[in-house]
């Protein structure tokens, strides 16, 4: 059976929410966000620099979320939420999905770091500023694309449990603003999602 490492409020939530949408069978790992489980020799022989999420099949252990998500639709999919590399959804498809990790994420990794995780005396309001600004900035073509369109390519795909779960995140930390009606009715509508309510409230 699938054995995702988990911690809450974490990129994890991504891969409980796609194995919820899929109906799949798993199991869970949960750790504390916190280095004594992250940092761990346990965990980090799973994840050499510690992080999660991490996914186990069998003898195969991924980690970085938009692999594991590819490895799970690529070797367990049920049906669906990846549009086949010939439809005219697919380009679309790959650019949000990897837009995630390639462009949101930075600004919101430095978010966390200036306001959760560095002690209060090594936090640089000049680089968190910059950070928000970056990551608004970031979702305008974003809201722009929604304008016509309930998920990013139309129907719910994967593209949405990467960027989807990014837009979720970053409302919550103030940096999508009302003016940013479409994304702001997207996140809604991510949020109203069973699977994606079953990823985010476990702890
Ligand atoms: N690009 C990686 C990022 C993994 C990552 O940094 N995960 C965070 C949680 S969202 C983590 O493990 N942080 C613990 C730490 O930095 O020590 C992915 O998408 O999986």
């Not at 069978?25 to 346990?42: G, R, T, V």
């Not at 005219?88 to 790959?94: A, E, G, I, S, V």
């Not at 990551?135 to 809201?143: E, F, I, K, Q």
Request: one cysteine or more.
């Amino acid at each position: 059976m699938l054995k995702l490492h988990f911690a809450p409020n974490s990129r994890a939530g991504r891969i409980v929410w796609l194995l919820e949408e899929l109906e799949l069978p798993y199991e869970i790992n949960k750790m504390a966000f916190h280095p004594k489980d992250l940092k761990s020799d346990e965990h980090r022989a799973r994840h050499p620099l510690g992080r999660i999420p991490v996914l186990e099949d069998g003898d195969v252990t991924i980690w970085e979320s938009g692999a594991i998500v590819e490895y799970v639709l690529e070797r367990h999919k049920k049906g669906g939420l990846k549009p086949a590399a010939d439809a005219d959804t697919f380009p679309k498809y790959l650019q949000w999905f990897h837009y995630c990790e390639g462009m949101v994420m930075p600004p919101v990794n430095t978010i966390v770091v200036h306001t959760m995780l560095l002690p209060p005396e090594r936090r640089d309001e000049t680089v968190l500023a910059q950070a928000k600004k970056l990551l608004t900035r970031a979702w305008a073509p974003v809201d722009e694309d929604l304008a016509d369109k309930d998920y990013l390519i139309g129907d719910f795909s994967a593209a949405d449990i990467m960027l989807g779960h990014a837009a979720f995140m970053s409302n919550r930390l103030g940096c999508v603003p009302d003016e940013m009606a479409n994304l702001k009715a997207y996140i809604g509508r991510i949020e109203a999602r069973p699977a994606f309510q079953t990823a985010i409230t476990m702890q």
